[in-house]
């Protein structure tokens, strides 16, 4: 079943910020929010996850409303090479997990 | 560190031959996954594995085996191969902390059944 919900596809020049959106409106409250991300047919690469809290690291920050329905996945200065398909996944683990890719959002940077 | 890796890139078949792909972790993970990925499509996750010899069923597990004999690997068979099976296969393995899950990825095996 899908949880989550992301566009398609969207653009974004090179240098300014992407801001991918997803909605989870069905996320449980002890489920963790996961952003992957898919480079021409590479395995997919993880790049930042969060509960409630808004969190960055060193590739993005995550974004994730109070009521946790949505969030948005921040690269601040998109370079080509982060054209890629984003995946947002909800998923809560105690034994491992079985995460949902759906069909993700896939981000062209335009020079 | 190799990280996680697959054997073989790639691979044809002829419907009914049987092959296995091999994936390899040098993490010391606990976990890991086999997904397949059809063109256009998210992965889809075909078995996983939560420790060394155990297995257990995802998504889509109709048409293949596998295996954890030793913890760094985790093998993914088929028995008889089908065109629908053409796919590009990813492994993944992965530790928790806490209910918190980061998934390492390898490579990926392409497979096509003819």
Known sequence: DAKTTQPPSMDCAEGRAANLPCNHSTI?????????????????????????????????????????????????????????????????????????????????VIP | NAGVTQTPKFRVLKTGQSMTLLCAQDMNHEYMYWYRQDPGMGLRL????????????????????????????????LESAAPS??????CASSYLTGAQETQYFGPGTRLLVL
């Open chain 1, 28 to 108: 449980s409250g002890n489920e963790y929010v996961y952003w992957y991300r898919q480079i021409h047919s590479q395995g997919p690469q993880y790049i930042i996850h969060g509960l409630k809290n808004n969190e960055t690291n060193e590739m993005a920050s995550l974004i994730i409303t109070e009521d946790r329905k949505s969030s948005t996945l921040i690269l601040p200065h998109a370079t080509l090479r982060d054209t890629a398909v984003y995946y947002c996944i909800v998923s809560y683990s105690n034994t491992g997990n079985q995460f949902y890719f759906g069909t993700g959002t896939s981000l062209t």
């Open chain 2, 46 to 77: 075909i078995h996983y594995s939560v420790g060394e010899g155990t297995t257990a069923k995802g998504e889509v597990p109709d048409g293949y085996n596998v295996s954890r004999l030793k913890k760094q690997n985790f093998l993914l068979g």
């Open chain 2, 85 to 90: 099976q053409t796919s590009v296969y990813f």
